[in-house]
Structure formats: structure tokens, C-alpha cells
């Protein structure tokens, strides 16, 4: 079922002159052109904040036509919107969008990947987002699980890898109470080792890592282990190390 904030953005757009066909979208202005719905976020989404609105109903709009198109080049212009000279946008209705994304069923690798390329990776406002999305919930998350509230734990867990160590552990070391986010907690260590602006300190990680609760074969489980015990930060600051792991725990 489409969600409201989805419904006010196809009407929006219809008004734009942008309606859905069976295989895209088309424009009243070239009918005869398909859209995908990434052309229609490209075209349209910046649009958005230029409606005669007050700047909380112009994120809840572009929070619709993200759940309509599902397209991360949304994400992208309510980040340049925040930046912009008028912004920054309201945070609770930021974040707020964020969160319930999070919670809800369905995909949602636009807003994950939103939090991880942009958010997370940017040091001026990963503590602030992390925060946000995660770590001012986690000890309630924890006392007081739902489907809802797991759900976005082990997303932003999964996609933490940037965020400073100083600033995730605490939640980290919360979520630990928590069997059922060990494994997404455990994507989210290697994930700080892998990724490219990942961060972490390695006997701290490690001392997290042995504390999970985690099948003995789960799959580079044993390579981290490795990697950590030796004092390694990073892959890519250590390059080579990974691969020398998976070679003697073989």
C-alpha cells in the first residue's frame, strides 16, 4: 500500500505534469519519452524546495517522492537542501523521516546507502546522524525490542563502518545485550575494518567481537579475529593484511 507522504508526492508530481506508466514515467511535455523513476528524481527532486511551503512540508514532500521512487538522488537533494543558504531543514522532521524509513518494511537501500555514503562518511555530521538514527535509541531498542525498532538497528549497525569508533561504541557496547542484533553488530565491526573511511580500534573491536554470539563458521568471523588480534585498523591502510588472514585461518 502506498504510504500518504507517497500519494501527496504523485499528486505533486502529476501537477508538475509527471505521471507513472506501466513500464516508467512520462512527461506531459515529451509523452512520447520514457522516464525511469531515477530521471524523474534527477528532474524533479530539487523542485521540492522551491514550492511555496514551509520548510518542514517541503522535506515531508521529498520524503513522499523518495518512498514513490525509491531513487538516492532524492536523499542527495535533501542533503544539498540542509546545506543550502536556507537550510539547515528542521531536524526533528529530519530525522524523524530517516527513522521511520528505517522502521518500515520494504526496501530501503536508498535511505542506507544515504546514511552511509553521505551522512556517516562526512565527519561534520556523522556524530550528529548516528545519534540521531541510532544512538540516542539503543538502550530503549534493547530494554524494549520490536520488529520495527530491530529493523532499523541492524540497519544503521550494517552500514555504521564510517562512523568514529569514539562515537559508535557506546552504542556498540549497548547493543551487545542483544543477541538478536549480534549479527548485524558483527557486520557492522567489519564493516568498520573494510570500508574505506572505516574506523575502529582493534582491541576494543576485538574484545566486542569475541563477546558475540555467533555461529563458529560464520563466514569471515575467523579473519577478523585475525586481523583485530594483530592490531590492524583498516584494510585499506593495511593492505595485504585481510588477505594474509584468510590464508592462515584456511
Not at 142 to 157: G, I, N, Q, T, W
Not at 170 to 185: F, N
Request: with cysteine; glycine share 6%.
Amino acid at each position: 500500500m502506498e504510504t500518504q507522504a507517497a500519494e501527496a508526492a504523485r499528486r505533486w508530481l502529476a501537477d508538475e505534469g509527471v505521471r507513472q506508466v506501466r513500464d516508467g514515467w512520462v512527461s506531459d511535455a515529451a509523452p512520447e519519452v520514457l522516464l525511469t523513476a531515477g530521471d524523474v528524481a534527477h528532474s524533479r527532486a530539487g523542485d521540492v524546495f522551491a514550492e511555496d511551503l514551509d520548510p518542514a512540508d517541503q522535506l515531508r514532500l521529498a520524503f513522499g517522492l523518495l518512498d514513490l521512487l525509491d531513487a538516492y538522488w532524492v536523499t542527495c537533494e535533501i542533503r544539498f537542501a540542509n546545506e543550502s543558504s536556507e537550510g539547515p531543514l528542521p531536524a526533528d522532521v529530519l530525522w524523524d523521516g530517516y527513522r521511520r524509513r528505517l522502521e518500515a518494511d520494504g526496501e530501503v537501500e536508498a535511505v542506507t546507502y544515504s546514511l552511509w555514503v553521505d551522512w556517516f562518511e562526512d565527519q561534520a555530521t556523522s556524530a550528529t546522524a548516528f545519534a540521531e538514527v541510532l544512538g540516542n535509541d539503543i538502550g530503549r531498542i534493547v530494554a524494549e525490542p520490536s520488529d520495527a525498532l530491530l529493523r532499523r538497528a541492524r540497519l544503521v549497525l550494517e552500514c555504521s563502518g564510517p562512523v568514529r569508533w569514539t562515537v559508535k561504541e557506546p552504542a556498540y557496547r549497548t547493543a551487545l545485550r542483544l543477541p538478536a542484533l549480534h549479527p548485524a553488530l558483527f557486520r557492522g565491526l567489519r564493516a568498520s575494518f573494510h570500508d574505506v573511511y572505516g574506523d575502529l580500534e582493534p582491541a576494543a573491536a576485538l574484545a566486542l567481537l569475541d563477546r558475540l554470539d555467533l555461529p563458529a563458521d560464520t563466514r569471515h568471523l575467523a579473519g577478523l579475529r585475525h586481523v583485530l588480534a594483530a592490531g590492524h585498523r583498516n584494510h585499506h591502510r593495511s593492505p595485504g593484511a585481510w588477505d594474509a588472514a584468510v590464508r592462515s585461518c584456511s
